[in-house]
């Protein structure tokens, strides 16, 4: 059979001291693809409609159906977009931003991204809202919106919080972080490679201080790992997988991903649908290891408001373990 963009031979760009294993890919209709998701794994469902009504979307027809609103278009001189929240760096005096972003109407967008003199990368990011042009808005109200709120009520999801727009030059990266919400990723046009991790993977990964504006995302660069401030993460183990046009990404909650618009690919187009966490009936024990991240989160945060100096935590959080619980 024709090789296919997914034969593990083409372009995997295998990153030193990550093992994976195949994110499990199966068809719309097969009733363990919604098993997968009930259970809490990730699943790559091909052959989906959930955004069915957008598979003809390409940087022209958005050109000409976006409307002139305003869109956020990240810059970055090394291909990586390493999320920041712009609210914590307050926090961190000396922190340098790795991108910048500026809003653009979608036309502007498109013709930089044609332009091939780009020297940086540049990722349109930006939630769908009501200042799209009437072609858009129907497209968005022919999604399959009852396979999505179908997801969303069988695994007591919390309500859809936003449909995020993302438009990416081939070769755009992603780095590993994790995300609050439970994620329906929607691939529209063009070839994404995500690299998923369990929340157990937690201390391979390193994430940032709570109250760092990379909170969420990994302090490890994948391409030049440093293994002597991050020892575990030559331990790392997780999923692989590239998702295409019509398939739809499970990304659950607390889930570690990285995600790659592959190169020679031309750009990418893909929709997110983020839930809210579903509420907290009653605790099961054991705890599952988003639980725990979770309560690290809330501890640490408790931690950073009653101290009030950021400075003062490693010594604070030292002193309680060393020798103690070491
Ligand atoms: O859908 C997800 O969760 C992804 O990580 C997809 C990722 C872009 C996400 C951008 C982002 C990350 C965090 C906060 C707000 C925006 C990609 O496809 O490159
Ligand atoms: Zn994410």
């Known amino acids: 059979m024709a090789s296919d963009i ?3 031979i083409q372009g995997s760009k295998n990153y030193k001291h990550v093992t994976t294993a195949p994110i499990p890919r199966l068809e719309y209709k097969d009733p363990r693809a919604e098993e997968l998701i009930q259970s809490g794994q990730p699943v790559i469902i091909t052959d989906s409609d ?19 609103g305003l869109y956020t278009v990240y810059t970055s001189g090394n291909g990586k977009f390493k999320y920041y929240d712009e609210k914590k760096v307050p926090n961190v005096p000396s922190f340098q931003p790795p991108t910048s972003h500026t809003d653009m109407t979608f036309q502007d967008f498109a013709s930089k991204l044609k332009r091939k003199d780009n020297s940086d990368w540049i990722y349109l ?50 780095p590993a972080h994790y995300d609050e919400q439970e994620n329906l990723f929607a691939q529209i046009q063009g070839y994404k490679r995500f690299l998923l991790f369990h929340p157990d993977q937690f201390e391979c990964l390193y994430p940032y201080p709570i109250f760092h504006p990379h909170d969420r995302q990994s302090q490890v660069d994948f391409d030049d790992p440093d293994l002597k401030k ?9 999923y692989e997988g590239i998702v295409g046009p019509k398939d739809v990404l499970y990304i659950p909650m607390y889930w570690w991903h990285q995600v790659e618009s592959l190169e020679d690919h031309g750009e990418t187009i893909s929709c997110t649908f983020w839930f809210k966490a579903a509420p907290t009936e009653k605790v099961v024990y054991p705890l599952n290891a988003g639980q725990k991240v979770a309560i690290m989160r809330n501890i640490e945060k408790m931690i950073a408001d009653t101290l009030k100096d950021n400075k003062n935590m490693p010594h604070f959080m030292r002193t309680m373990v060393q020798g103690r619980y070491s």
């Open 50 to 68: 959930l955004v069915g009504s957008a598979y003809h979307w390409n940087l022209d027809y958005l050109c000409a159906n976006l409307g002139n």
């Open 6 to 8: 997914r034969d593990p």
């Open 125 to 174: 990011q930006q939630p769908l809202n009501d200042t799209v042009g009437p072609r858009i808005e129907l497209d968005f109200k022919g999604f399959n919106w009852d396979f999505a709120y179908r997801q969303m009520k069988r695994n007591r999801w919390g309500p859809l919080t936003s449909n995020l727009l993302l438009v990416g030059m081939a070769g755009v990266v992603t």
């Open 230 to 238: 991050f020892p575990q993460f030559s331990k790392l183990k997780g």
